[in-house]
């Protein structure tokens, strides 16, 4: 999140699990426009996560090129 108030496009990468936690810490640092990206992972399996996030590489695209203007009319910011 310091990289986003700094200036620099981000995404949040979430477990289903923590999505909501994830607006709410958004919300907290002052930046609830911050694109969250939800990636489908079991715990137990942490080796997945790379192929996981290869599945929603373009959403991650999507929540990167999108102007901020457009992201903050969808508070919370989950990239569908």
Same mark, same amino acid.
């Given at each position: 999140?310091?990289?986003?108030?700094?200036? !620099?496009?981000?995404?949040?990468? #979430?477990?289903?699990?923590? +999505?909501?936690?994830? /607006?709410?810490?958004? !919300?907290?640092?002052?930046?609830? *426009?911050?694109?969250?990206? &939800?990636?489908? *992972?079991?715990? #137990? *399996? /942490?080796?997945?996560?790379?192929?996981? @996030?290869? +599945? &929603? /590489?373009? +959403?991650? &695209?999507?929540?990167?090129?999108?102007?901020? #203007?457009?992201?903050?009319?969808?508070?919370?910011?989950?990239? @569908?």
């Amino acid at each position: 999140m310091r990289i986003e108030k700094g200036g !620099k496009p981000t995404v949040l990468l #979430s477990a289903p699990a923590f +999505k909501e936690e994830a /607006f709410a810490q958004a !919300k907290i640092e002052g930046i609830p *426009y911050l694109p969250v990206v &939800v990636i489908d *992972y079991d715990q #137990s *399996y /942490f080796a997945l996560i790379p192929q996981q @996030t290869e +599945k &929603v /590489f373009d +959403k991650m &695209v999507k929540a990167l090129t999108t102007p901020t #203007s457009e992201l903050e009319k969808k508070i919370p910011g989950e990239v @569908t």
